[in-house]
């Protein structure tokens, strides 16, 4: 298994960025009859943190999700972090180029 950091290219600032999680999502219900005293906390998965990346990066997010789900998977590691892990060398050389082609500059991996 081989995990890398994902580093996007910040729209505003042009700063290598990663996405992390500081609190989970919180969900609650309103409801039209009774009050409901009930939230659910939870955190992103991997691509949902990605695609909230949406206009504060200078890729497009979904392209992203979809060339990485080709060769591995996008997660949360400790209910935290954003990494991108692939099973191979073979495959994150495959997804280091095709990212690189694809996004020049404004993405790249850092093994950790």
Sequence with gaps: MIRSK???RCA???DPVTPIIVKPAVVSW???ERDV???IERAFKGDELVMR???WVTVEVKKV???INRYGYLKVLDE???VVDVETEEDYEKLNKELEKEFKDQ???ERV
């Design 80 to 82: 935290r972090d954003l």
């Design 30 to 32: 309103d409801a039209k």
């Design 12 to 14: 505003a600032m042009h």
């Design 65 to 67: 999700v979809e060339i």
């Design 107 to 109: 993405l790249n991996l």
């Design 53 to 55: 990346m949406k206009g």
């Design 6 to 8: 994902l580093w996007f």
């Design 37 to 39: 005293e009930l939230t």
